[in-house]
């Protein structure tokens, strides 16, 4: 087993275990990314999955906003991509500048299941992954925690079958409506091999995983609960216990089903310690929904880092305290990535503010009077 440094910042670990926390911690769902000008630097001209491929310059990624932030960011995200996962599987995925991810060959219709590898050696595949996640963990000489993160089943099959981004998921919803059992094969093939990369990112030193369905919210509740929900829930199940029998321990795992609103009563009760939600959720309803049985996290709209200053303020001031002033069961991010065109200071005013916010005393829970507790 890996030795490595101990942490000197554990707060994502122990705010995603519920425990009482000096003020909840924060990171940013693509935070190593496009806004930051040293991102545009070390990757020079080279295609974004070359990049992803070279654990050296992945964790030389990885980094640059945890050291831009340093004293700020409670978290590092490893610097990868979800669609490793079809490329893994047999699928060629290539990065289109100004464009996207797209994908030559989609599955189009249930034969084409059988151009998909049977059996994925995730170590051979996405070895590249392991190797930048260690690298990452020790070049991070326990500044902050590591997360390690998957593509959830219904959104990576969503873009095998679209083969891209989508505006009104024609394929992916005829193989839905059309093809349910063959669907239900695809997610299944896909879960296998999610749990068995998860393991591995948390053998090569993830600390944490998160899982992304960031087209949760294109299914309807119903549709939600049979293509999405039930493999979900089996990544929570089993994952803990590949990694054990890897001999590790276990590591805190985060949902975060983008759109899924609906879903959220279930979501706190589908195995994960932590449910990531995006801006539509107002912060006060989403943990009376909750009632502590997950740690909450988000969820300020990405769209607010346009506002300047005070509208930052504003709406750090509102989500914290919405959450009840986050001493407990809750982390701070964004509702969704961040976006290219964010100004990196107006990302650290944001930062700045949650940190401030965040250290106050007065949490609306302990303001209630005490005869109300
Ligand atoms: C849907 C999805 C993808 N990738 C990811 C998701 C889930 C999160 C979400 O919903 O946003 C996850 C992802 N992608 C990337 C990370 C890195 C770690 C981090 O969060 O900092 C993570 C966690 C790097 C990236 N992934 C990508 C870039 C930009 C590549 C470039 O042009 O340099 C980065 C830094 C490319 C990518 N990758 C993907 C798309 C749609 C795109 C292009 C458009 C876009 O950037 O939003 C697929």
């Known amino acids: 087993m890996a030795d490595f440094p101990p942490m000197q910042n554990d707060l994502l670990l122990r705010a995603a275990r519920g425990e009482k926390v000096e003020r909840p911690p924060m990171w940013v769902m693509r935070q190593a990314g496009r806004y930051l000008p040293e991102y545009h630097e070390a990757k020079g001209n080279r295609d974004f999955f070359a990049v992803c491929r070279d654990p050296e310059l992945a964790c030389t990624i990885t980094l640059q906003p945890v050291l831009r932030y340093r004293g700020l960011l409670d978290a590092a995200i490893i610097f990868s991509d979800i669609l490793v996962i079809p490329q893994a599987m047999g699928m060629t995925v290539e990065m289109i500048e100004h464009k996207g991810p797209s994908f030559p060959d989609p599955l189009r219709v249930p034969s084409d299941l059988e151009k ?161 939600l995006d801006w539509t959720h107002d912060p006060a309803d989403a943990a009376a929904i909750a009632k502590g049985r997950a740690t909450l996290q988000g969820n300020m709209d990405p769209g607010a880092l346009y506002g300047g200053r005070e509208a930052i303020t504003r709406e750090v001031e509102r989500m914290i305290k919405g959450f009840g002033g986050g001493k407990q069961g809750y982390i701070v991010n964004l509702g969704h990535g961040i976006t290219p065109s964010v100004d990196p200071e107006d990302m650290k005013w944001f930062l700045e503010e949650v940190k401030r916010v965040g250290s106050e005393e007065n949490t609306v829970q302990e303001a209630l009077p005490v005869t109300l507790i």
């Not at 990576?156 to 094969?185: C, D, N, Q």
């Not at 299914?219 to 089993?238: A, G, T, V």
């Open 116 to 276: 998909l590898k049977t059996e994925v050696d995730v170590k051979k595949e996405l070895g590249y992954v392991f190797q930048a996640i260690t690298r990452t963990r020790r070049e991070l000489n326990g500044l902050v925690p590591l997360i390690g993160f998957s593509g959830a089943p219904w959104t990576l099959m969503s873009y095998m079958i679209e083969g891209g981004g989508s505006k009104f998921f024609i394929h992916a919803k005829t193989w839905v409506f059309r093809y349910p059992e063959e669907s239900k094969r695809l997610l299944q093939m896909i879960t296998d091999v999610v749990v068995d990369y998860c393991a591995e990112q948390v053998v090569a030193g993830a600390q944490l995983i998160q899982i992304f369905d960031s087209w949760a919210g294109e299914l309807s509740p119903s549709d939600f609960k049979i293509f999405s929900l039930p493999y979900l829930r089996q990544i929570s199940k089993r994952l803990p216990e590949a990694i054990q029998a890897r001999g590790h321990q276990p590591v805190p795992m985060t949902v975060f089903a983008k759109g899924a609103w609906h879903a959220l009563d279930d979501l706190c009760d589908s195995g994960y310690n932590v449910v990531g």
